[in-house]
């Protein structure tokens, strides 16, 4: 049975002092179950803590992004080297605001992915489509060229190691959520994508789903066939919010 990952996407949001008093709660009430991985990814700044904090805490630490480069003349910047340094084992890679804000092109998340995989890190690869792509019944094209860029630089074997989450732009933030069965449409479809080079790397791959993710609505899509997970952005920041997400995704997998 493939993993179940609830992952958590801080953004930029938090201080050290609301970071200590969510991570408490967090480690309180976290589910351990077999195949079951929780996972935060605070800002860069704040990962030392969150780590030293955590201590043997069944719960994973991610950042949210990361230069495809190993050093240098790179202002702003961090690395996978520096990344493993603190004992980090996820990155989000190709979050659509990184593709939106800061202009990350498909090549370049590409690229990120194979360095990510290069250093043993585990890249979160966000995919998805915006309301116009939506809309002009260009979300499967949209999603799979995504996915594609991707294939071409690491191969179908780099998707062994590889967790990717839908994430429906127009859902980010937006209390907007693809109904179960709109994103059971696309997981299905991305797997088969994969399938159709290697089955079996295709069926242990967890698909996450991203986009106003919460309490109330995750058991429902977590149900899905081929919805592995979630990534939650601001129903994240909440400890009873979260908890209730990752208690969903427990169930999930009975
Ligand atoms: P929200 O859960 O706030 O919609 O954010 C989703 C997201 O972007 C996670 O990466």
């Known amino acids: 049975m493939r993993k179940t990952i609830v992952a958590g996407n801080w953004k930029m949001n938090g201080t050290s002092e609301s970071i200590r008093t969510l991570l408490a709660d967090l480690i309180a009430g976290v589910p351990a ?49 520096m990344l493993q340094d603190l004992g980090c084992d996820y990155v989000i890679l190709g979050h659509s605001e990184r593709r939106s804000l800061n202009g990350e092109t498909d090549a370049e998340v590409a690229e990120k992915v194979a360095a990510t995989l290069a250093a043993g890190l585990v890249p979160i690869l966000c995919v998805g489509e915006t309301l116009a792509q939506r809309e002009a019944g260009e979300t499967l094209s949209q999603v799979a060229a995504q996915i594609d860029a991707v294939l071409q630089r690491v191969g179908t074997e780099g998707f062994a190691s590889v967790v990717i989450a839908y994430e429906p732009v127009w859902a980010i933030g937006t209390g907007l959520t693809a109904t179960p069965e709109q994103a059971q449409e696309v997981h299905a479809a991305i797997r088969a994508q994969l399938a159709g080079s290697d089955a079996a790397i295709a069926d242990k791959l967890s698909i996450l789903y991203g986009g106003s993710m919460n309490a109330g609505n995750a058991a429902e899509l977590l149900a899905q066939q081929d919805i592995d997970g979630g990534l939650i952005g601001g129903a994240s920041l909440k400890a009873d919010e979260f908890l209730t997400i990752c208690a969903a995704a427990a169930e999930s997998r009975k």
């Open 33 to 81: 179950v077999e195949g079951l991985v929780t996972l935060v990814c605070p800002p860069a700044v704040y990962l030392s803590q969150v780590k030293a904090q955590l201590g043997e805490a069944p719960v994973e630490v991610g950042a949210q992004n990361v230069s495809a480069h190993p050093l240098g003349a790179f202002t702003g910047e961090w690395s996978l080297a």
